[in-house]
């Protein structure tokens, strides 16, 4: 559209947006081009708002949370990019506890702990946003975000109910490894209810301390990253990590992009790459795993724009 940012305007929306805003900053990997819209909606009606316009502008519209799974072109992204980092509210209804899609998941985490509920120490440290973490199915440590999740919030992205809420009632036969229902792209999570269980605030937080620490100790913290970059699969006979390092590929480098000379399955912002080099490298470590074993990774990241 020639001026999205003039038939906002027109709408009279109360949602804080800018045009051409910067996309490298809201994500883990520090990459990305503009937005030609950033709206930061801070309830669910104002996301629905959000939504409904692009549909009667027929513009695209971009979900973006914590950003800790995806690489933005470098080109930016066209169309409306819904940011839900204000959604981010804890409530707590004595076992139950419920997040707000954009709640980071550490703040989550060390909500439960301080309520003296069990259940979720596995994602302290883990970046992201408790939206992306349902979508993808989060897990870690012998957790895994099904394994919790009671409920899930959502707005219908398209079709004549866009911007409709429903709720979605958690089986476990809909999840498996990294998958959620909502990949199939049609629902905005809005929010998460957990069914967690009684605990005890100091052992939590030591639990939640030593997986920050190991987390650290791999690379995860060194320097922008979106922690594991391709998916493990059992099949393959060990974890994507260890076939990278055994077919020799830490340390290998493309521009700004680094295969961590720690762990093999995260690579690196060197502190000026661009995503084009991210996506480079990806791609090498995959054929070059696939020459040398013959099976193909998988990524984790998503790679948005053109």
């Given at each position: 559209?020639?001026?999205?940012?003039?038939?906002?305007?027109?709408?009279?929306?109360?949602?804080?947006?800018?045009?051409?805003?910067?996309?490298?900053?809201?994500?883990?990997?520090?990459?990305?081009?503009?937005?030609?819209?950033?709206?930061?909606?801070?309830?669910?009606?104002?996301?629905?708002?959000?939504?409904?316009?692009?549909?009667?502008?027929?513009?695209?519209?971009?979900?973006?949370?914590?950003?800790?799974?995806?690489?933005?072109?470098?080109?930016?992204?066209?169309?409306?990019?819904?940011?839900?980092?204000?959604?981010?509210?804890?409530?707590?209804?004595?076992?139950?506890?419920?997040?707000?899609?954009?709640?980071?998941?550490?703040?989550?985490?060390?909500?439960?702990?301080?309520?003296?509920?069990?259940?979720?120490?596995?994602?302290y440290g883990m970046?992201?946003?408790?939206?992306?973490?349902?979508?993808?199915?989060?897990?870690?440590?012998?957790?895994?975000?099904?394994?919790?999740?009671?409920?899930?919030?959502?707005?219908?992205?398209?079709?004549?109910?866009?911007?409709?809420?429903?709720?979605?009632?958690?089986?476990?036969?809909?999840?498996?490894?990294?998958?959620?229902?909502?990949?199939?792209?049609?629902?905005l999570i809005t929010?998460?209810?957990?069914?967690?269980?009684?605990?005890?605030?100091?052992?939590?937080?030591?639990?939640?301390?030593?997986?920050?620490?190991?987390?650290?100790?791999?690379?995860?913290?060194?320097?922008?990253?979106?922690?594991?970059?391709?998916?493990?699969?059992?099949?393959?006979?060990?974890?994507?990590?260890?076939?990278?390092?055994?077919?020799?590929?830490?340390?290998?480098?493309?521009?700004?992009?680094?295969?961590?000379?720690?762990?093999g399955n995260i690579?690196?912002?060197?502190?000026?790459?661009?995503?084009?080099?991210?996506?480079?490298?990806?791609?090498?470590?995959?054929?070059?795993?696939?020459?040398?074993?013959?099976?193909?990774?998988?990524?984790?990241?998503?790679?948005?724009?053109?």
């Amino acid at each position: 559209m020639a001026n999205l940012q003039r038939e906002l305007e027109k709408c009279n929306l109360a949602i804080p947006f800018s045009s051409q805003e910067p996309l490298a900053p809201y994500t883990t990997f520090r990459v990305g081009g503009p937005a030609e819209v950033l709206a930061q909606p801070s309830s669910e009606e104002e996301a629905a708002q959000l939504i409904r316009i692009s549909q009667e502008l027929k513009v695209p519209l971009t979900v973006l949370g914590g950003g800790a799974n995806v690489v933005i072109s470098d080109r930016g992204l066209r169309g409306i990019v819904l940011h839900t980092g204000r959604l981010n509210r804890i409530s707590q209804e004595g076992d139950l506890l419920r997040a707000e899609t954009g709640t980071s998941v550490s703040t989550l985490a060390a909500a439960a702990a301080d309520r003296n509920l069990a259940g979720l120490a596995f994602i302290y440290g883990m970046p992201g946003s408790v939206g992306g973490a349902v979508w993808m199915n989060a897990r870690c440590y012998g957790g895994e975000i099904s394994h919790v999740l009671k409920e899930v919030s959502y707005l219908a992205l398209t079709g004549s109910q866009a911007g409709t809420p429903g709720v979605y009632t958690s089986r476990p036969e809909d999840f498996s490894y990294k998958r959620s229902p909502f990949q199939e792209g049609s629902r905005l999570i809005t929010g998460a209810t957990f069914a967690l269980h009684r605990g005890e605030r100091s052992p939590l937080w030591e639990e939640m301390r030593r997986n920050e620490e190991d987390r650290r100790a791999k690379g995860h913290f060194e320097a922008p990253c979106a922690g594991s970059i391709f998916k493990n699969n059992r099949d393959f006979g060990a974890p994507s990590g260890q076939i990278i390092d055994e077919v020799g590929l830490r340390g290998l480098q493309r521009g700004g992009a680094l295969v961590s000379p720690r762990h093999g399955n995260i690579i690196i912002n060197t502190g000026n790459a661009r995503a084009r080099e991210i996506r480079d490298l990806v791609l090498e470590v995959q054929s070059r795993v696939h020459q040398a074993r013959g099976i193909l990774l998988e990524p984790e990241v998503l790679f948005l724009g053109d």
